[in-house]
């Protein structure tokens, strides 16, 4: 069952294609405590893995500030991905936000519920998230933007996630 619900449109983030000049970026907001306590800090390394097309790499601002890494991608791009049971066309989806002084101000929930629109406009059935468990802060804004939790908290290669999704 697909949920929808909780969604609106708010247009005041942009998106652009992460390059291999936002490696220094992408790593000092790696570096923080409120990104590392969630995120692997292994992300992407050299141009190999930073260029793989499955997935699709974005810079978020507001006001012109850059403030948040997300990444939308294949879900069967993996052989024995935890989604790959999804319809065909359905991404996966993470993110997080990497300046500090922006973390609960609803920017979250606001910049996800605005890619989401993107990826339903190009087709994607579904889209799924994995956050941790115990990631209260990602899950609600996950929760607010729409998404709902489709399975019990399962272990992964990627580690202990929380399968969530929402549906065009």
Known sequence: MCYS???TTNNNYT???ATI???DLLA???SRPHVREWWDSDEPHDAEEFEDLRVARWIVSTAGRPFAYMQDYTVHGWDGHHFYQLPKGSRGFDQFIGEPDMIARGHGSAFITQR???LFEEGAPVVATDPHPENARAIAAYKKSGFKEFSAPMDTRWGLILPMKVCR
Request: hydrophobic share 45%; glycine share 14%; charged share 35%.
């Open 21 to 23: 000049a936002d490696l």
């Open 5 to 7: 619900d909780g969604m």
């Open 116 to 118: 989401l629109s993107a």
């Open 15 to 17: 998106f652009r294609k």
């Open 28 to 30: 000092g907001w790696r």
